[in-house]
Antibody, heavy 121, light 115 residues
Framework: EVQLLESGGGLVQPGGSLRLSCAASGIAFSSYPMSWVRQPPGKGLEWLSTVSAGGGNTYYSDSVKGRFTISRDNSKNTLYLQMNSLGAEDTAVYYCALCIISCLRGYVDYWGQGSLVTVSS | QSALTQPPSASGSPGQSVTISCTGT?????????VSWYQQHPGKAPKVLIY???KRPSGVPDRFSGSKSGNTASLTVSGLQAEDEADYYCSSGGSNSGGSNNYVLFGGGTKLTVL
């Protein structure tokens, strides 16, 4: 069974930083691209970033480009999202997502359970 | 990169059919057959219903079907059941300036109510 387990969420002050992790199990993690998608409370889904299977190619939405960095450690079966210069608009549940075919096609096969990030003073 | 446009709400009675639209641009829906549809129940992660416009993953009932015309995609739910009451989101791959597919857009979501 494929499992994606996010961690690292919590309360952070405006302007602060946070790093999310997503540990994968039950699948050949290093073979598949991964994405981060977030959902503000009561609102819709927003794609943030995608990293290729090998980690060499990364893609970002305009809303987080320059502030967030996606990376992966295939030896640890773990995906990361480094978030800097956080603002209230970044408050959301953050999901990691695994794609069998291509994350950039918008087709996510597996989702994590989500990690809540709250930006507030 | 603007979000895809969905109606905020839709409704139907059990057994009826309902169609939800998703409108993009020629940079995303209009250029690629990369439209997916997701169902999300409260407090849960999304679940894919349709990918590549019309394909259903294993285990998704054939009551769910997808289509596309121009810059607009649609999800049709036939034979509505109580458990279909949920939020539905479309997504599409897109490209900047006609280059290769390099971003993803989601729609704002449609709340489906089964009357």
């Amino acid at each position: 069974e494929v499992q994606l387990l996010e961690s690292g969420g919590g309360l952070v002050q405006p302007g602060g930083s946070l790093r999310l992790s997503c540990a994968a199990s039950g699948i050949a993690f290093s073979s598949y691209p991964m994405s981060w998608v977030r959902q503000p409370p009561g609102k819709g889904l927003e794609w943030l970033s995608t990293v290729s299977a090998g980690g060499g190619n990364t893609y970002y939405s305009d809303s987080v480009k320059g502030r967030f960095t996606i990376s992966r450690d295939n030896s640890k079966n773990t995906l990361y999202l480094q978030m800097n210069s956080l603002g209230a608009e970044d408050t959301a549940v953050y999901y990691c997502a695994l794609c069998i075919i291509s994350c950039l096609r918008g087709y996510v096969d597996y989702w994590g359970q989500g990690s809540l990030v709250t930006v507030s003073s | 990169q603007s979000a895809l446009t969905q109606p905020p709400s839709a409704s139907g009675s059990p057994g009826q059919s309902v169609t939800i639209s998703c409108t993009g641009t020629r940079s995303d829906i209009g250029s690629y057959n990369y439209v997916s549809w997701y169902q999300q129940h409260p407090g849960k992660a999304p679940k894919v219903l349709i990918y590549e416009v019309t394909k259903r993953p294993s285990g998704v009932p054939d009551r769910f079907s997808g289509s596309k015309s121009g810059n607009t995609a649609s999800l049709t739910v036939s034979g509505l059941q109580a458990e279909d009451e949920a939020d539905y989101y479309c997504s599409s791959g897109g490209s900047n300036s006609g280059g290769s597919n390099n971003y993803v857009l989601f729609g704002g979501g449609t709340k489906l109510t089964v009357l």
